[in-house]
């Protein structure tokens, strides 16, 4: 291999010809935002739309802050300080790989304990736009209610602790507070996570948690801060050896590179207090009906994720493309989506769920992104409430079928026994691993018990369609095993 480049602000002009990198002057840009979650889907994503919009000459007064407040986000914040913030994205295409400099972040806040950095910054009134990338796991909902889950040990803290907060949540309200303290306005929060009326969600756990301590604050954010509603769509695998070589296949050193499938989406509601980028020239869209478009993605994708993840794992095939390309597993996620899933979708203008659906078919099936199955099936605790259980109550309201979803359900409770169908272990795949592993162990005799989780079904063991459905199927499974269980499903 030729001699590498190591990734820096320095070394821009030494990388190969082919490589897009940022043709704006970084000492111009001036910080507008704080994002909360630097991980790879960021990078990938919001990042790259402002990283767009310099390179038009527009918004140089919106670069990004980086921020976290776990501790792998200290890790994070080296790898990326050590090469000046920059990252290396590569699109994998089948028709070829492109690889894009990125430099849209200009800083990373010292990740700590009580997080007084990440308070100060945000309480700086050039900080318009506070937004996040922590999981759909993050926002300390109760998944049995939807609300506020207040009894957390961490909510628990910052309410007693409002000046040093551990979560992201109390170090924007302890930023808020100095803000109307000082009469420097509200800022915008906008949640960039995969979730339904994400900025909905931002807002109650927010005021939520103000509320706890400071009501007159609650009441201030509630009034004065904004919290619209985005989705936002791009296949982002987790980076490895794998990524790190295809940036050195670049001629590129990065620590932290990135691949991305060839596509991106990005729909945002038009509800900001304290201005905006403009977005919307990079290609995002802004919309008055988001929720639209976030049901079909959040329904159908992120769905359609979990239909065919669990079995995917169970059969030992590494990747969502491999996955696709079984033919049981591809015909079980058409089968789902255009019976159980996808009627309970509307379109969005230029797209139906069929052609939503088929294009989802081509870019799951695509063999460049190494996307795992096991990243796809991680945190099922928040996945399967959020993607599919609304599917499930969909069907049973109208009449239909829900079989299929039952399946589904039944693969998740047979992949957190804990072990493949080669007999092989399963390592932790979920935050709450030890407790589901118990509770599928105890199914396997009884299978309701798994439906009596009610933080993740709520009432759907009380639901005969479904919940007869998944005690047919669950014990078929452990009998019979995925393929044949599958193919006894597609006969009918």
């Keep these: 291999m030729d001699e590498l480049t190591p990734l820096s602000l320095a070394t821009l002009g030494q990388l190969a010809r082919d490589v897009r990198v940022p043709r704006y002057d970084r000492k111009a840009l001036s910080p507008g935002i704080v994002h909360i979650g630097l991980g790879n889907f960021h990078r990938a994503h919001q990042a790259w739309y402002l990283h767009r919009l310099f390179d038009m000459g527009r918004n140089h007064d919106w670069a990004i802050i980086g921020a976290g407040v776990r501790a792998g986000d200290a890790a994070m914040r080296d790898r990326l300080l050590a090469q000046?913030?920059?990252?290396?994205?590569?699109?994998?295409?089948?028709?070829?790989?492109?690889?894009?400099?990125?430099?849209?972040?200009?800083?990373?806040?010292?990740?700590?304990?009580?997080?007084?950095?990440?308070?100060?910054?945000?309480?700086?009134?050039?900080?318009?736009?506070?937004?996040?990338?922590?999981?759909?796991?993050?926002?300390?909902?109760?998944?049995?209610?939807?609300?506020?889950?207040?009894?957390?040990?961490?909510?628990?803290?910052?309410?007693?602790?409002?000046?040093?907060?551990?979560?992201?949540?109390?170090?924007m309200i302890a930023a808020l507070r100095l803000r109307r303290d000082r009469r420097q306005g509200p800022f915008t929060g906008l949640c960039c996570d995969n979730l339904q009326g994400n900025g909905a969600v931002l807002r109650q756990t927010l005021v939520s948690l103000a509320r706890l301590s400071d009501p007159a604050l609650a009441d201030w954010i509630e009034a004065e801060c904004r919290f619209p509603n985005a989705m936002v769509d791009c296949i982002v695998p987790a980076t490895g050896a794998r990524e790190i070589a295809l940036a050195q296949g670049f001629g590129i050193q990065d620590a932290a590179p990135v691949t991305h499938e060839n596509f991106r989406q990005w729909v945002i509601e038009d509800d900001f207090c304290a201005g905006r980028p403009d977005w919307d020239l990079a290609g995002a869209t802004f919309s008055a009906d988001v929720h639209?478009?976030?049901?079909?993605?959040?329904?159908?994708?992120?769905?359609?994720?979990?239909?065919?993840?669990?079995?995917?794992?169970?059969?030992?095939?590494?990747?969502?493309?491999?996955?696709?390309?079984?033919?049981?597993?591809?015909?079980?996620?058409?089968?789902?989506?255009?019976?159980?899933?996808?009627?309970?979708?509307?379109?969005?203008?230029g797209?139906?769920?069929?052609?939503?659906?088929?294009?989802?078919?081509?870019?799951?099936?695509?063999?460049?992104?190494?996307?795992?199955?096991?990243?796809?099936?991680?945190?099922?605790?928040?996945?399967?409430?959020?993607?599919?259980?609304?599917?499930?109550?969909?069907?049973?309201?109208?009449?239909?079928?829900?079989?299929?979803?039952?399946?589904?359900?039944?693969?998740?409770?047979?992949?957190c026994l804990g072990l493949l169908e080669d007999g092989s272990t399963i390592a932790p795949n979920d935050p709450h691993w030890p407790a589901l592993q118990a509770v599928a162990q105890a199914a396997r005799d009884t299978p309701r018990l798994w439906l009596e989780q009610r933080q993740y079904y709520g009432d759907l063991a009380g639901a005969p369609r479904f919940a007869e459905a998944f005690e047919r199927w669950l014990p078929a499974l452990h009998t019979h095993g995925v393929e044949a269980t599958i193919s006894d499903w597609l006969a009918q």
């Design 292 to 349: 639209a478009f976030e049901r079909m993605k959040i329904r159908i994708l992120n769905g359609g994720h979990q239909v065919i993840c669990g079995a995917g794992e169970l059969l030992g095939l590494g990747t969502i493309a491999q996955t696709m390309a079984h033919p049981l597993i591809r015909a079980l996620l058409r089968r789902v989506v255009t019976q159980e899933i996808a009627p309970h979708v509307d379109a969005v203008p």
């Design 84 to 171: 000046d913030c920059l990252t290396t994205l590569i699109a994998l295409d089948p028709a070829g790989r492109s690889a894009e400099v990125t430099g849209a972040m200009t800083g990373f806040l010292p990740v700590q304990a009580g997080n007084a950095a990440l308070i100060a910054q945000m309480a700086d009134p050039a900080i318009r736009i506070v937004a996040l990338t922590v999981t759909e796991g993050g926002y300390f909902i109760d998944p049995a209610s939807g609300g506020f889950d207040a009894a957390h040990p961490d909510i628990v803290h910052d309410a007693a602790n409002p000046e040093q907060p551990r979560t992201a949540f109390g170090a």
């Design 351 to 415: 797209t139906t769920p069929a052609q939503y659906l088929d294009l989802l078919d081509q870019r799951f099936s695509n063999p460049e992104i190494a996307d795992t199955t096991r990243r796809v099936a991680f945190d099922g605790t928040s996945r399967h409430p959020g993607f599919i259980v609304p599917s499930i109550r969909d069907g049973l309201r109208s009449g239909a079928p829900v079989e299929g979803l039952a399946l589904v359900s039944a693969l998740w409770a047979r992949y």
